[in-house]
């Protein structure tokens, strides 16, 4: 009987997601403290201070920070946008925020297609049935697709990092439909995020539940449905021209 090997080449292709898993975990116990509102709160003033005497040295740890925290899947990724509204006001906060999310979800991304994205593309490819169908579906569409998926908060942030990854979407596409589809959210919370002086004043909790209210929540949900009009369109022509 001949016993199949895995190959090291293989291996070596899953070492970024292993090394992923095993940061994430071991984030999970150990950071889960350290990244959070309580956390943020008890070292306003040190971390102001800090930001006062070294403001880029601060933004640029910021920005490396906020990536490691998306790209390993840590726990703190709303902690860490409210942080860069509070460090760094609406504006350049927002642009730190959107654009270390950005990064981190690319290298989550690459991690993923690098370790399983390929072979199970492959594997897709070669099936028949609904999974094949929805992902047909998924790649002939792919950027207002994924942009709509990113504006409405649907799926968690890490599954919206790993799927197109499994499915053999464009990195290219993936990067453009995150980094814009983002935008809007990673707004509201930095904006949340910069009025935490008040809040820290009052003794309160910030209120992360603003962005399903319907004044807010509304436009999204019709920009995302706005940004599935031209797939609509396209099937209705389709059958159309089938008839």
């Known amino acids: 009987m001949k016993l199949t090997t895995s190959s090291p080449s293989m291996w070596r292709t899953r070492l970024p997601l292993i090394g992923v898993a095993i940061v994430a975990i071991a984030g999970a116990f150990i950071l889960r403290d350290y990244l959070s509102f309580e956390a943020l709160r008890d070292n306003r003033a040190t971390l102001l201070a800090f930001r006062d005497s070294h403001y880029l040295l601060t933004a640029t740890a910021f920005v490396f920070a906020y990536i490691a925290i998306v790209a390993f899947s ?22 730190f925020n959107v654009f270390g999310a950005t990064i981190g979800a690319i290298l989550i991304f690459l991690a993923v297609r690098a370790g399983l994205g390929r072979s199970m593309a492959a594997k897709i490819d070669a099936s028949d049935g609904r999974v094949k169908r929805l992902t047909v579906a998924i790649r002939e569409n792919e950027f207002p697709v994924l942009f709509s998926l990113r504006l409405m908060p649907v799926l968690p942030f890490f599954v919206m990092n790993v799927i197109p990854a499994l499915i053999g979407v464009r990195m290219s596409t993936f990067a453009a439909s995150t980094f814009l589809g983002i935008m809007p959210g990673g707004v509201i919370y930095t904006w949340v995020g910069a009025g935490l002086g008040e809040v820290f004043a009052r003794d309160e909790v910030p209120d992360l539940g603003i962005i399903f209210e319907p004044h807010i929540l509304g436009p999204l949900l019709g920009l995302a449905a706005l940004s599935l009009l031209p797939v609509l369109l396209r099937k209705f022509r389709k059958k159309e021209t089938a008839l």
């Open 74 to 95: 840590l726990p703190g990724a709303t902690a860490a946008t409210l942080t860069g509204g509070f460090l760094f006001g609406l504006f350049p906060g927002a642009l």
